[in-house]
């Protein structure tokens, strides 16, 4: 098998306004939707986190791919590694999501020649992985606290007409009873059985308290989890991290650096999780030194692909690191691809985060795919299980060229509502 086509889809989803350690989502975030055609007509698909510097690397990348062997994951990613070079894990930057683009442009490649690959022999990318450990990959709440509308064209707006889970998206929530009712809406709808809270918005006391109210409102059966994105300083981190013992499942980042997270470790009697501090295999061995985390959140976006997650899974088990996924917005290739990483993974400890809740768009054959029970059932089919719906993928493309957005930058967008607010890379 050769790859002959290599076609590239800047896309656009309509997003609620979300708070976070760096300000507000715009009303859509963006993603970028590749397509490998091979010479024998199969078709494979990825998408990645959409931003012009890693649509640029992406087309740059074409030339390298065109007539390269799917199947040979090695000899493609070593042409690719020799074409760009390398990326100091030090790229990542301080904010809550990862600025590095050659990872992504990895990662691009590993799922679309292993949904390749699934199609040419007909498996599933799980059993290409190593083999289905389960069907039905659990994923978790994630909450945010929220201004009020419902993104995408609605921008800032509401619709009056909206019940359920479709009303509470697009409700405001600030304070504590408001992310109970959130919570509420959106175990009600998916049956989550775990809740995220992303934190690193309002002063600790404020996010501690929505904690103890989502605890009292479900009770100690649900595990609960609170992301700061590293705002907080390691003295703030243990001061609350210390009232939320016996509380959290785990806390997530609470501290920047692998230092300062195994200094709040070694303080507090809880779980620490990061997606900030250990995010790539540089810095493995920092973790084992420094024991900055128990568990460490994957994302096979960047971490190089769905392959380089389960090394990432192996080293957990070998460094006894729980192991989990984080998300950031995301179309159906995206939850595919995730769903077929945690079915396949062996050791996954802990339920997944996804943002697909925000989002009521689909770009693929079928529409919005199913969380029931708080799990993704593992698509059918060879290779990912998903197909592009191409009127949709047209629509998204178009609101794409509309919004004018060609990177996530949540700043500017805070500041439309908070004039002169400024990202601080620790806040508490
Ligand atoms: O979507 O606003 C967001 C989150 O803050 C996201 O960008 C983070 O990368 O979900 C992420 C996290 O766990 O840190
Ligand atoms: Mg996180």
């Known amino acids: ?6 076609h590239l889809t800047p896309i656009a989803l309509g997003d609620p306004p979300l708070l976070n350690a760096a300000g507000l989502h715009a009303p859509y975030c963006l993603r970028t939707v590749i397509e490998l055609v091979a010479d024998n007509g199969l078709r494979g698909l990825a998408e990645v986190p959409g931003s012009a510097a890693t649509n640029a690397k992406l087309a740059a990348a074409r030339e390298v791919a065109i007539g390269r062997d799917p199947l040979n994951w090695h000899a493609l990613r070593g042409a690719l590694r020799a074409h760009f070079g390398t990326e100091a894990s030090a790229s990542r930057g301080d904010k809550p999501w990862d600025q590095r683009s050659l990872v992504q442009v990895e990662s691009a490649f590993d799922v679309a020649c292993l949904d390749l690959a699934g199609r040419a022999y007909d498996l599933p990318v799980a059993t290409l992985l190593g083999g289905i450990v389960r069907e039905r990959v659990p994923y978790s709440a994630y909450l945010f606290y929220k201004y009020e ?3 995408g064209e609605l921008g800032f707006g509401t619709d009056p007409r909206a019940t359920g889970w479709a009303a509470a998206r697009q409700a405001a929530a600030l304070e504590p009873a408001g992310v109970v009712a959130q919570a509420q809406a959106m175990v009600k709808e998916f049956g989550f059985e775990s809740i995220k809270l992303k934190g690193g918005v309002f002063e600790p006391a ?4 929505a904690i103890k109210a989502l605890r009292e409102a479900f009770g100690p059966g649900v595990p609960l989890r609170l992301d700061p994105n590293a705002l907080w300083t390691v003295e703030t981190s243990i001061e ?8 959290l499942e785990y806390l997530e980042d609470p501290a920047r650096t692998q230092a300062g997270m195994a200094a709040v470790r070694q303080a507090v009697k809880l779980p620490l999780a990061t997606n900030m501090c250990t995010t790539s295999f540089d810095d493995l061995p920092g973790s084992a030194r420094h024991g900055s985390e128990d568990i460490i959140l994957t994302d096979h976006h960047y971490w190089g692909g769905l392959r380089a997650s389960m090394e ?7 460094f006894g690191r729980g192991v989990s996924m984080h998300s950031n917005n995301h179309a159906g290739i995206s939850l595919a691809a995730m769903t077929h990483l945690g079915a396949a993974m062996p050791n996954l400890s802990y339920a997944l985060d996804t943002h697909y809740p925000w989002q009521s768009e689909e770009i693929v054959v079928g529409g919005r795919m199913k969380i029931e029970g708080g799990c993704v059932t ?3 089919g060879p290779g990912l299980g998903v197909e592009l719906d191409r009127a949709a993928l047209a629509r998204a493309h178009q609101a794409f060229l509309r919004c004018g957005l060609t990177e996530r930058n949540d700043e500017p967008e805070m500041q439309k509502k908070v004039p002169g607010w400024k990202f601080q890379a620790t806040r508490w």
């Open 1 to 6: 098998m050769r790859i002959t086509e290599m």
């Open 149 to 151: 509308g419902a993104g």
């Open 206 to 209: 404020q996010e501690v308290a």
């Open 240 to 247: 609350w991290g210390r009232k939320l013992e016996g509380v």
């Open 312 to 318: 990432l899974a192996a080293h957990c088990r070998v």
């Open 378 to 380: 593992l698509p059918k």
